[in-house]
């Protein structure tokens, strides 16, 4: 059996190392997760027609919220497909 001094000494030197292994891997995944560079993208300009008839789905949206306030936007959207204006 080893001494209790050798012991102590074989396990504080694993104690040491294993913590550095960990931040040697934590730098690496810091550096792969990080920001992407680039250009951004601008924002989507919607034809005349879906702009339309987001317009319509939100006026109808906003009726039914009026009546009830649980109302869902699936909800709107199916009563402005059967609504004809």
Not at 18 to 36: H, I, N
Not at 52 to 80: F, I, Q
Request: no cysteine; aromatic share 6%; hydrophobic share 35%.
């Amino acid at each position: 059996m080893k001494p209790l001094k050798q012991l102590s000494y074989s396990f504080s030197k694993v104690l040491h190392t294993f913590p550095l292994a960990l931040v040697e891997m934590a730098k690496t995944q810091t550096r792969k997760s990080g920001k992407k560079s680039g250009t951004r993208k601008g924002k989507r300009t919607l034809s005349p027609a879906l702009k339309a008839w987001n317009e319509k789905v939100m006026k109808v949206y906003r009726e039914m919220k009026k009546k009830n306030p649980n109302t869902k936007l699936g909800d709107a959207m199916k009563a402005a497909k059967a609504k004809k204006d």
